[in-house]
């Protein structure tokens, strides 16, 4: 297709600001930057950088995160999400060396299942400097199983008469993103939902020393392209601002949206980079990847949980 730069800078210009209105989902936005790109529509010397608008978009989220919930959970949230987050990234790596994929999307489609989805693959991304298509590719791996979650879930919680209480642990534990894991929870009870949205807080804030454990790792292999994650310590801060100045709450709110919108923007500019060869280089293999995590995950923890 044809078009010149002009109408392609305006069609970019409506998708980004569309990216920050209920219209787009994360998902909806990574789909239409792929069509995009695959349509062969390309925006050239774009002023904006993917990476700083990720980074921008964690610290920014951060402020929607809850300290003292966080602590007031942590005695039995903090060891459910330490199990479950090591488990799940030692049988990613273990895994994507029997698959023989590349150690990047394995650890991308790890931190995505162990931690929170897409905002866990934007920090590690940002660590291990990956291909873009291998971004890309971890990020449909996880939504497509993130969206099924959320209808899939609450039946499977009905079927086996879980409580609100258990439900919401399950929940906060096995599905990605915190979206999926509110609207599950939200279906299930008032209780579960209360009980889901805090444990997710907990188990999100494993993107910080997972971050931090990968970009070492990634030293120590010769890795130089490997970066400490700054954008990690400010997120941190972030977190504690709100929590000691709260007579900010309402601006917090506001700088937490933003973070949200910014994640879809960027899955956006992610999805245009994307081409077909460099899809067709990662594979089934990853989706298999994906599904043996998910399904561990999800089985092992709701195991657990009954026989609590």
């Given at each position: 297709?044809?078009?010149?730069?002009?109408?392609?800078?305006?069609?970019?210009?409506?998708?980004?600001?569309?990216?920050?209105?209920?219209?787009?989902?994360?998902?909806?936005?990574?789909?239409?930057?792929?069509?995009?790109?695959?349509?062969?529509?390309?925006?050239?010397?774009?002023?904006?950088?993917?990476?700083?608008?990720?980074?921008?978009?964690?610290?920014?989220?951060?402020?929607?995160?809850?300290?003292?919930?966080?602590?007031?959970?942590?005695?039995?949230?903090?060891?459910?999400?330490?199990?479950?987050?090591?488990?799940?990234?030692?049988?990613?790596?273990?895994?994507?060396?029997?698959?023989?994929?590349?150690?990047?999307?394995?650890?991308?489609?790890?931190?995505?299942?162990?931690?929170?989805?897409?905002?866990?693959?934007?920090?590690?991304?940002?660590?291990?400097?990956?291909?873009?298509?291998?971004?890309?590719?971890?990020?449909?791996?996880?939504?497509?199983?993130?969206?099924?979650?959320?209808?899939?879930?609450?039946?499977?919680?009905?079927?086996?008469?879980?409580?609100?209480?258990?439900?919401?642990?399950?929940a906060a534990i096995a599905i990605h993103d915190t979206s999926s894991v509110v609207g599950a929870g939200a279906i299930y009870g008032e209780k579960a939902l209360k009980?889901?949205?805090?444990?997710?807080?907990?188990?999100?804030?494993?993107?910080?020393?997972?971050?931090?454990?990968?970009?070492?790792?990634?030293?120590?292999?010769?890795?130089?392209?490997?970066?400490?994650?700054?954008?990690?310590?400010?997120?941190?801060?972030?977190?504690?601002?709100?929590?000691?100045?709260?007579?900010?709450?309402?601006?917090?709110?506001?700088?937490?949206?933003?973070?949200?919108?910014?994640?879809?923007?960027?899955?956006?500019?992610?999805?245009?980079?994307?081409?077909?060869?460099?899809?067709?280089?990662?594979?089934?293999?990853?989706?298999?990847?994906?599904?043996?995590?998910?399904?561990?995950?999800?089985?092992?923890?709701?195991?657990?949980?009954?026989?609590?």
């Amino acid at each position: 297709m044809n078009l010149s730069q002009r109408k392609i800078q305006l069609i970019y210009g409506t998708i980004a600001a569309l990216c920050f209105t209920p219209i787009l989902s994360p998902a909806i936005a990574l789909v239409i930057g792929i069509v995009l790109s695959m349509a062969g529509l390309k925006l050239k010397n774009t002023p904006l950088k993917t990476s700083f608008i990720l980074q921008a978009s964690i610290v920014l989220m951060g402020f929607g995160m809850n300290l003292k919930e966080v602590i007031e959970t942590s005695q039995t949230a903090f060891v459910e999400t330490a199990v479950s987050v090591i488990c799940v990234m030692s049988l990613g790596i273990v895994l994507g060396k029997i698959l023989k994929l590349d150690s990047n999307v394995s650890l991308l489609i790890a931190s995505g299942t162990a931690i929170c989805g897409g905002s866990a693959i934007a920090a590690v991304s940002n660590v291990l400097n990956p291909k873009k298509y291998q971004i890309s590719f971890s990020l449909a791996v996880i939504f497509t199983l993130n969206a099924l979650a959320l209808f899939i879930f609450p039946k499977i919680g009905h079927y086996f008469h879980l409580s609100q209480s258990t439900f919401g642990h399950w929940a906060a534990i096995a599905i990605h993103d915190t979206s999926s894991v509110v609207g599950a929870g939200a279906i299930y009870g008032e209780k579960a939902l209360k009980i889901a949205t805090t444990v997710k807080l907990v188990r999100a804030l494993w993107i910080i020393p997972v971050s931090i454990i990968i970009s070492f790792s990634q030293k120590k292999q010769g890795n130089s392209k490997a970066q400490l994650p700054y954008f990690i310590f400010i997120f941190v801060a972030a977190i504690l601002i709100t929590y000691l100045v709260p007579s900010g709450q309402n601006t917090y709110e506001h700088l937490s949206w933003i973070g949200k919108k910014g994640m879809i923007l960027a899955l956006f500019f992610i999805g245009t980079d994307i081409s077909i060869k460099e899809t067709k280089e990662a594979g089934w293999k990853s989706f298999l990847l994906g599904i043996l995590l998910w399904i561990s995950i999800a089985s092992g923890s709701l195991l657990i949980l009954i026989n609590q």
